[in-house]
C-alpha cells in the first residue's frame, strides 16, 4: 500500500521569505500522480499543485513550485515570497489508479 | 467557479444516532468521494462512487456507511449508527473523470460531532 509521509508538523516563516515543506512516499507502482492540498482555518482543501510521475519537468505554479525525487520518492514543496494567506495546513497526496492517500500535514504559519 | 457545496457545516448527534451529510458536487461532474479529517490528524479516503455504485472503498467504509446518489444533484453519506470515534470534519469531492488530470474538487466539509 502506498503511503505518504510529511515528518514537519508545524513550520513558520516570515513574510517574503522562502519555506520548503518536505514529502515522501512509498510506492511501487511507477506511474502516479503527486499533489500538494492547503487547508486554510476555513478547511476548504484547495489544490496547490500537481506533479505527474511520468515528467522530469517540476511542477511551477507563479509562487509554487515542487522539488520532485523520483528515485528519492520525494515530493517537496517551496513557497517563495511567502504571504499571510499562505498560513495553513498543507497535506501532501499521492494518486495511483482511484487511490487517493494523504499526509498527516504540515501547518505553516506566516508571520508578519 | 463551480463548487461543491455540503450541508450541514456542523452536526451534532448522540451515539447510536443515524447521520445523513449532504454534497452537492460540481452539476457536470460523474465521480464522486468521501473523505475524513480526524481533528487534527490526515485525510482519510472513505469511498469513491461512479454510475450509481461504489467504485472503491477503504477499510474505514464499513457496514455503518453508506452512499446514495439520491436525485441528480445530491450525494449522501449515511452512517447508520454513530460512534464517539466517527467524530471528524467529512469532506466531499467530485471529479469529471476518473483521475488527474482532472482535479479533484473539495467541498468545505460538514463537522460531525458524536456526544
Known amino acids: 500500500a502506498q503511503t505518504v509521509t510529511q515528518s514537519q508538523p508545524e513550520m513558520s516563516v516570515q513574510e517574503a521569505e522562502t519555506v520548503t515543506l518536505s514529502c515522501t512516499y512509498d510506492t511501487s507502482e511507477n506511474n502516479y500522480y503527486l499533489f500538494w492540498y492547503k487547508q486554510p482555518p476555513s478547511r476548504q482543501m484547495i489544490l496547490v499543485i500537481r506533479?505527474?510521475?511520468?515528467?522530469?519537468q517540476n511542477a511551477t505554479e507563479n509562487r509554487f513550485s515542487v522539488n520532485f525525487q523520483k528515485a528519492a520518492k520525494s515530493f517537496s514543496l517551496k513557497i517563495s515570497d511567502s504571504q499571510l494567506g499562505d498560513t495553513a495546513m498543507y497535506f501532501c497526496a499521492f494518486y495511483n489508479n482511484n487511490d487517493m492517500r494523504f499526509g498527516a500535514g504540515t501547518r505553516l504559519t506566516v508571520k508578519p | 467557479e463551480p463548487e461543491v457545496t455540503q450541508t450541514p457545516s456542523h452536526q451534532v448527534t448522540q451515539m447510536g444516532q443515524e447521520v445523513i451529510l449532504r454534497c452537492v458536487p460540481i452539476?457536470?461532474?460523474?465521480?464522486f468521494y468521501w473523505y475524513r479529517q480526524i481533528l487534527g490528524q490526515k485525510v482519510e479516503f472513505l469511498v469513491s462512487f461512479y454510475n450509481n455504485e461504489i467504485s472503491e472503498k477503504s477499510e474505514i467504509f464499513d457496514d455503518q456507511f453508506s452512499v446514495e446518489r439520491p436525485d441528480g444533484s445530491n450525494f449522501t453519506l449515511k452512517i447508520r449508527s454513530t460512534k464517539l470515534e466517527d467524530s471528524a470534519m467529512y469532506f466531499c469531492a467530485s471529479s469529471a473523470e476518473r483521475g488527474p488530470p482532472y482535479e479533484q474538487y473539495f467541498g468545505p466539509g460538514t463537522r460531525l460531532t458524536v456526544t
Open positions: 506533479q505527474e510521475a511520468y515528467k522530469q
Open positions: 452539476s457536470n461532474h460523474l465521480y
